[in-house]
């Protein structure tokens, strides 16, 4: 158990939807970052936040969003969702910027029909 | 710029046998290492890295990997393997540029046979 949490674990919608996946890092990292993992583009990173505020962007696309909240939760946002956004979206956490250890957690599944 | 290649995306082995799982980076500066390891239905959990020192690393069950500069390789070892050990494999660099957002390698998937 890395000590991060990720809600909800899977998640079925439909085309054109909004979904909202949740992360809790470890107690006591600051760093939150969000990666997205599908077998045509294997791990991607898609977006940091440390301590509030975003730090770096990855391939993320316009239609994500992500923010990191006072209590150091994040929230990964994926809007107008299209079949290929299906894919295991992960939440890693570090104790800062600088942390060269990210620990992961668990993964959302995400399945748009 | 940084990338991973992991050589092989399968490697099966016997039960009890030698592996060793292939990984070469590319970067013009200091770079960090890494091997996460995947079980079914799981996150990524790290099982080594390298940051600087000593160029054999050895990390949990025991797997250890040797980074050579020369070559720009950090393959995994294992002297003896079990079923449990069945998982995908991910390589990872990062430190180029001063980033330490991780490059991953697409993974290779081991398959321990009885």
């Not at chain 1, 470890?26 to 969000?34: A, C, E, P």
């Amino acid at each position: 158990d890395s000590g991060v949490t990720q809600t909800p674990k899977h998640l079925i919608t439909a085309t054109g939807q909004r979904v909202t996946l949740r992360c809790s890092p470890r107690s006591g990292d600051l760093s939150v970052y969000w990666y997205q993992q599908s077998l045509d583009q294997g791990l991607q990173f898609l977006i940091q936040y440390y301590n509030g505020e975003e730090r770096a962007k990855g391939n993320i696309l316009e239609r994500f969003s992500a923010q990191q909240f006072p209590d150091l939760h994040s929230e990964l946002n994926l809007s107008s969702l299209e079949l290929g956004d299906s894919a295991l979206y992960f939440c890693a956490s570090s104790v800062s910027v600088a942390q060269e250890t990210q620990y992961f957690g668990p993964g959302t599944r995400l399945l748009v029909l | 710029a940084q990338s991973v290649t992991q050589l092989d995306s399968q490697v099966p082995v016997f039960e009890e046998a030698p592996v060793e799982l292939r990984c070469n980076y590319s970067s013009s500066v200091s770079v960090y290492l890494f091997w996460y390891v995947q079980y079914p239905n799981q996150g990524l959990q790290l099982l080594l890295k390298y940051l600087s020192g000593s160029t054999l690393v050895k990390g949990i069950n025991g797997f250890e990997a040797e980074f050579n500069k020369s070559q720009t390789s950090f393959h995994l070892r294992k002297p003896s393997v079990h079923i449990s050990d069945t998982a995908e494999y991910f390589c990872a660099v990062s430190g180029a540029g001063g980033s330490y957002i991780p490059t991953f390698g697409r993974g290779t998937s081991l398959i321990v046979h009885p």
